[in-house]
């Protein structure tokens, strides 16, 4: 029982060193999957619009 409180305390300790609560630490990922798919979608936009005014050739 003992073991179980001092490994929860250090789980809490990690935690808020890393990076803050739960919630802050979703909100950050979840804003980094939303920048990275918007950096994807763009790429992609930007190679299909340089190939289709043969800016670029496949």
């Given amino acids: 029982m003992k073991a179980d409180n001092i490994?929860?305390?250090n789980n809490t300790e990690r935690?808020?060193?890393e990076g803050g609560s739960k919630?802050?630490?979703n909100q950050?990922?979840?804003i980094?999957?939303?920048l990275?798919?918007?950096l994807g979608v763009l790429t992609i936009v930007?190679?299909?619009a340089s190939a289709y005014y043969?800016?670029?050739r496949f």
């Fill in 7 to 9: 490994n929860n305390s």
């Fill in 36 to 38: 990275s798919i918007t």
């Fill in 23 to 25: 919630e802050a630490l």
């Fill in 54 to 56: 043969g800016l670029i």
């Fill in 46 to 48: 930007l190679v299909a």
């Fill in 15 to 17: 935690t808020t060193l």
């Fill in 32 to 34: 980094q999957f939303v």
């Fill in 28 to 30: 950050k990922t979840s």
